[in-house]
């Protein structure tokens, strides 16, 4: 579902930005600049959120132009905690190795095996055709802000509150412009600033309904101790279903566990959200217990209603434009890859042109992989009984389970034959 929003040009905003600079990196002084001043030129990038979509966009503007003026805004300095499962797919990875980026795994080993487990009690535990990492956002994310940093971004901590977009320079050339005492200015400003981003909101652009927005709940345990290799258990559940419960293996002796569930489920379900939460992950995985202060929830807003991506010099990437997969909550793919492709976007066709350009670049990316994700989700949330079918045949099929893989963490498509018959099953229970 596409939500339309009103145009960038149209936006008249007050802009406010709190916080303390950090030390920028070590390039000629005609690149240290804060653009703050009247008289400095405009940014050619203003990036607000250093997380990966926004590290993947500074990195790739730099890498296409490596005279850019880059400046990546946060609210915190790194590294910081971030609440996430902490798994890195290995498509993410191959995002970053075509940015120049190949040592963000260095310390952390792969994990070949992924354990899912149905609420109707099928189960398949398959070596990937491709291992994943998993590695703590505090340290992921530091590496790529570092990253940025090296190859020439500028790093401020601050928080943006609001935009403004400004005609300058002559019709059809706007700049966007934030404000703190003086203006900030940047020809193309990418919202990178997550679920509750307020680049979002400056474009006019809504949250998720319920619906299409998760809330799960992560912390860290010990590790399951067991007489098997490493593995990525997924543990679904009938409560509040479409839901599950995972635990990650870090290699460090800790596993990143949590629970996730809709919205709209756990808005309709007994308890306190809370109480639901935490309790509902402690009976999936009583053998590994929360360790004290480490349960912390945040929203994810899924792919299924998504905005549709405006015009102009504003974009959005991951999960700020709402590239969370439904099927698997994965979403550090689609923020490297939309931030990417953003970043690109910005540096090839700055000015009004930007959004549009970054549209069609990631609708050629995920489109057909997205529209097969929301057929996927809604079939699933609508018949359980599916994923107890798709799993115990993945069970006997090992190319059936990697392609369940590729769509639950890459940007995988449902095969030809597989497809017309979803599309049949969906048909006949809308006559119902």
Request: aromatic share 4%.
């Amino acid at each position: 579902m596409f939500h339309e929003p009103r145009p960038a040009s149209a936006l008249v905003r007050a802009a406010t930005l709190a916080g303390v600079p950090v030390p920028a990196p070590s390039r000629p002084a005609s690149h240290t600049s804060s653009a703050g001043g009247a008289d400095e030129p405009p940014l050619d990038l203003l990036v607000v959120g250093g997380g990966p979509a926004g590290s993947a966009a500074a990195l790739r503007a730099l890498q296409l132009r490596p005279d850019a003026r880059v400046m990546i805004l946060d609210a915190a300095d790194f590294p910081r905690d971030k609440t996430c499962g902490d798994g890195i797919a290995p498509h993410g990875l191959d995002v970053l190795r075509g940015l120049g980026v190949t040592d963000v795994t260095r310390g952390y080993h792969p994990v070949d095996r992924m354990r899912l487990r149905t609420p109707g009690g099928a189960e398949v535990a398959t070596p990937s055709e491709r291992a994943t990492h998993v590695i703590p956002r505090e340290v992921f994310d530091a590496r790529l802000v570092a990253a940025a940093r090296a190859r020439g971004a500028l790093f401020t901590r601050r928080r943006v509150r609001a935009l403004e977009v400004v005609p300058a320079g002559g019709p059809g050339k706007p700049a966007v412009v934030a404000l703190d005492g003086g203006a900030l200015r940047a020809r193309v400003v990418i919202g990178a600033d997550g679920a509750n981003s307020t680049v979002r909101r400056a474009l006019g652009i809504g949250p998720n309904p319920p619906e299409g927005l998760a809330i799960a709940v992560r912390a860290y345990a010990d590790a399951p101790k067991e007489d098997r290799p490493p593995e990525q258990l997924i543990h679904m559940t009938d409560e509040g279903w479409p839901a599950y419960a995972w635990s990650f293996p870090i290699g460090d002796g800790r596993a990143n566990i949590g629970y996730g569930m809709l919205r709209s489920q756990l808005r309709d379900s007994a308890g306190t959200p809370k109480d639901v939460l935490h309790g509902t992950l402690a009976r999936l995985l009583p053998d590994t217990p929360a360790y004290a202060g480490t349960l912390r929830a945040h929203h994810l807003p899924l792919s299924t209603h998504r905005p549709r991506l405006p015009d102009g010099p504003v974009l959005l990437a991951g999960d700020a434009a709402s590239l969370i997969n439904p099927l698997t909550g994965e979403g550090i793919y689609y923020a490297l890859l939309s931030g990417s492709l953003a970043g690109g976007a910005a540096i090839t066709d700055p000015g009004p042109a930007a959004g549009r350009v970054y549209r069609r670049a990631l609708h050629r990316e995920l489109g057909r992989h997205l529209r097969h994700t929301t057929l996927l989700a809604d079939l699933a949330g609508r018949h359980r009984p599916l994923m107890d079918a798709a799993v115990r045949s993945a069970s006997r099929r090992t190319d059936l389970y990697d392609s369940l893989v590729e769509i639950g963490l890459g940007k995988g498509t449902i095969p030809a034959a597989s497809l017309a018959r979803l599309a049949l099953r969906r048909a006949v229970r809308g006559l119902r």
